[in-house]
């Protein structure tokens, strides 16, 4: 996809299929696109004979369910449909498409799922507001175990759209129709891993889509490819910066040496290690293009940061979790420096999350922890511990810091301060290795290096990190993530 790709909450696709109506096109209409996609879908799914059974919810997921099922009949399937409720409770534009369908409704306790080649979901889409219970949430599980293929409406029945969270039960469908956009739950875990691949069919709603959308993405190269650095034909070393790595100590400086050189690979001109006294040899015996400085704690960081030219910092790969690498973030953000925090710097603000508190406001910076780095940062701030949706826990945590929040996981969030935030889903399981978010840091602190803003230098860095990791597959260990940077690299410049 070439085009920034928006993701809607289910409120906001709500807001455009309103506006959408108040621009001339029916509700009715649009219900019966709906369908009319679904139903092309399905036909790719199931052979002329096949025996195909839709499960219509109360709502107007079930009225696309009504629109499936007459289409599919007239093109000459043998249909069945079940009904979870009433016939005569349908509302809306639901019971205008209800009228379509001309066979018989059967009690969704009746339901025969076994008997199915292949299964419409048409339950609950966007309008679940609560738990599944009783009957709705047995249906949901019958559904589930018999194991059929199950083409998805909107979004597989018993997820929540917003935050892709369980409510109760869930189906687990092999293909998935949506309308308009995708919405949180096909990008967030573990609602992605239900959906199975997922079409987006714009039944018509498409501007006014990109009309209500401006905050949530999904995280791909046309969000910020154009802002990748490409050196021209005059730059030298020093127009693409200058990366700073703070090392561990002597038995510490593999981490720092993998931001490095993750860091000199995504192009940032220079790169330089400070290292503690003690931890000069054994980082010196492995670096070449790497430069290396002695830094002894807070101190020596002001020192070495009253050179201007180092305009990107790493700091917290295994720095240690303590004080004084409290007073090394200090340091750095008194210099107003880009500036990414990882792993040991974030730990040490454990018990002292409050100082966060719009801390970043002043420079570029970057946070990236993971699920356990994050609550531990933010444990006495229920506030943005308890929001369900993990988009809504990354924002109100950059808002609250200043910076912009990586919150990493298989389905990585990033989100800035002012609220614009995006989904990544091209990580793969091999990339939870150790020093895999070292080499992490050093991408995103490169590509600052080179003048990339902060949210686009995290949401690219995310992104290439997760391509390398991929390209590579079983066996990759954090070493060869920088290597297999020029490759992605190739790919997204060409
Ligand atoms: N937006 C668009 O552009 C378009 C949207 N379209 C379609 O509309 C869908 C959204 O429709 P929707 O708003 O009616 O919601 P939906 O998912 O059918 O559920 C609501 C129903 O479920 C009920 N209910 C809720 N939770 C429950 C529970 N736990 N257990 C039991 N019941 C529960 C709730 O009842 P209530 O809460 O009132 O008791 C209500 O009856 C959307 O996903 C898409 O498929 C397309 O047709 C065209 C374009
Ligand atoms: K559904």
Redesign the pocket.
């Known amino acids: 996809m070439n085009r920034v790709e928006p993701v809607l909450t289910p409120s906001e696709?709500?807001q455009?299929?309103v506006r959408?109506i108040a621009e001339g096109i029916s509700?009715l209409e649009?219900?019966r696109?709906?369908?009319r996609a679904v139903a092309d879908w399905a036909e790719r799914m199931a052979s002329k004979d096949a025996h195909i059974l839709v499960a219509a919810?109360?709502?107007?997921?079930?009225?696309?369910g009504f629109v499936v099922a007459a289409l599919l009949a007239q093109r000459g399937y043998r249909v069945s449909l079940a009904l979870l409720?009433q016939m005569d409770r349908l509302t809306?534009?639901?019971a205008e498409a209800a009228k379509d369908w001309a066979g018989s409704v059967i009690p969704a306790e009746e339901a025969p799922f076994h008997e199915a080649d292949v299964i419409i979901d048409?339950l609950?889409?966007?309008?679940?507001?609560?738990?599944?219970?009783g009957l709705?949430r047995r249906t949901v599980e019958r559904m589930d175990a018999a194991g059929k293929p199950i083409l998805a409406?909107?979004?597989p029945s018993g997820l929540d759209?917003e935050t892709g969270q369980a409510?109760?039960a869930v189906v687990r469908a092999s293909r998935t129709v949506t309308?308009?956009a995708r919405k949180p739950c096909h990008l967030l875990m573990p609602g992605r891993s239900y959906c199975g691949p997922v079409e987006v069919d714009d039944?018509g709603?498409g501007s006014a889509v990109l009309a209500e959308s401006g905050r949530l993405f999904a995280n791909q190269p046309a969000l910020w490819g154009g802002v990748l650095p490409r050196p021209g034909l005059d730059s030298h070393k020093y127009e693409r910066g200058h990366t700073l790595v703070a090392s561990g100590g002597a038995a510490r400086t593999g981490a720092a040496r993998l931001a490095a050189r993750a860091a000199l690979r995504i192009g940032s001109g220079l790169v330089t290690i400070a290292s503690p006294p003690e931890a000069i040899g054994v980082n010196a015996a492995q670096l070449t293009a790497v430069m290396l400085k002695g830094c002894d704690g807070p101190e020596g960081l002001h020192a070495i940061l009253t050179d201007e030219r180092f305009n990107s910092l790493v700091l917290g790969p295994a720095l240690g979790v303590h004080a004084a690498t409290r007073a090394m973030v200090a340091v750095a953000v008194q210099a107003r420096r880009s500036l990414v925090l990882d792993a040991d710097a974030l730990t040490s603000f454990e018990g002292f999350g409050s100082e966060l508190r719009q801390a970043f406001r002043h420079g570029p910076t970057v946070l990236t922890p993971h699920t356990g780095e994050f609550s531990r940062l933010f444990k006495d701030h229920p506030d943005i511990l308890d929001p369900p949706s993990k988009v809504e826990r990354a924002r109100r945590a950059a808002a609250y810091t200043g910076a912009v929040v990586v919150l990493k996981g298989p389905d990585t969030v990033i989100a800035a301060p002012g609220g614009r935030a995006a989904i990544n889903e091209n990580g793969t399981p091999y990339l939870a290795t150790a020093g895999s978010g070292d080499t992490l840091c050093g991408v995103i602190a490169g590509l600052m290096a080179q003048g990339l803003p902060a949210f686009e230098a995290a949401c690219a860095g995310v992104w290439i990190h997760a391509e390398a990791g991929a390209s590579f597959g079983p066996g990759l260990i954090a070493e060869d993530l920088a290597d297999l940077l020029p490759g992605v690299l190739r790919e997204l410049l060409r």
């Open positions: 696709i709500k455009a299929e959408a509700g649009l219900m696109r709906a369908g919810g109360p709502g107007q997921n079930g009225g696309d409720g809306g534009d639901a048409a609950f889409g966007t309008g679940l507001s609560r738990d599944l219970e709705a409406v909107d979004l759209g409510r109760g309308f308009g039944i709603i």
